[in-house]
């Protein structure tokens, strides 16, 4: 049985002409690039050239940047000449020689399609990315949803062991969070991040900390159920062993402590942010349509 071959990757005619220069920047030869457009003569390439250079004039680009040592250029009279001398070219600049081609000739034409492509999947790239951001985003406010309904079931169970008053069921969630973040209780967790003493530590949780910390209510919220806990001792020992269990298991998994895990921006202003986004784009539409 034959072992198959690596599958090289194809590269362009064109990408095949790029060179590096000594600092490690990427350039084409005009020379070069003349040859491969299908120009007779380069002295016939230079008035593309000179196109090419307008071109990135009217879009605001500097020439020196895209078209380098033009420095071999002599006026005699009305006219510019060069000596021969070659440019270096960047990416841009090739883009720029190939739109002012001569389209009649097929490697001009082979070119332009190439740029086409290249602009689309570039296209692609982007939209693939902000589609990426949105899903994460998503996910995070789905998660900040869920554990804001997981922790109202956590508190009827608790209140079934006994913890009814305000202070003792915040002195039992900080079991669970001593048990997750190293012994730090809520306090000692806005203070190491920075947070105001009245924000909601979880708000400012990113996806991978929302889900720990949904893992260690739902998993208290279950113990607690299944053992018929109805002491306020034993259910705040639980919370804390839930929650030490999942630091164990993230430390394992991902080699990263609760506690260092980045806060992100506040999940309600972010939220906010984004509804006045929308609105003010309904806005437009409403009064572009009326």
Known sequence: MKANKPQRKSISIFEKLRKT?????????AKDLAR???YSSYSSFIE??????????????????HFKDFSAIRSVGNDLQRNGGDVKLSRY??????????????????????????ARLQELSQQQKSKNFRIVKERRY???????????????????????????YAFFQNHGYRGLYGGLDVKA???????????????????????????????????????????LVEANSIHFAVGLKTRKAIEETIGILPEDFPF????????????????RKSSKIKLFYN
């Open 21 to 29: 220069d000594k600092t490690g920047h990427e350039y084409w030869s």
């Open 36 to 38: 491969l457009l299908g």
């Open 48 to 65: 593309v050239l000179d196109k090419a250079k307008a071109s990135c004039i009217n879009t605001g680009q500097e020439t020196a940047v």
């Open 93 to 118: 600049g090739c883009y720029l020689i190939i739109q002012n081609s001569d389209p009649a000739l097929k490697p001009v034409a082979l070119g332009q399609a190439y740029f086409a492509i290249q």
């Open 142 to 168: 789905f998660l900040r949803k869920e554990l804001a309904k997981k922790n109202l079931q956590l508190a009827g169970v608790a209140r079934k062991a006994g913890i009814v008053k305000p202070a003792d």
């Open 189 to 231: 967790i806005r203070e190491i991040r920075g947070l105001d003493p009245d924000e909601n530590i979880l708000d400012r949780m990113d996806n991978i900390e929302l889900a720990a910390n949904l893992f260690r209510v739902t998993q208290t919220t279950e113990k607690l159920n299944n053992d018929n806990v109805d002491d």
């Open 264 to 279: 992100a921006d506040n999940i309600k202003l972010t939220k906010s942010k984004e509804k006045k986004m929308k609105t």
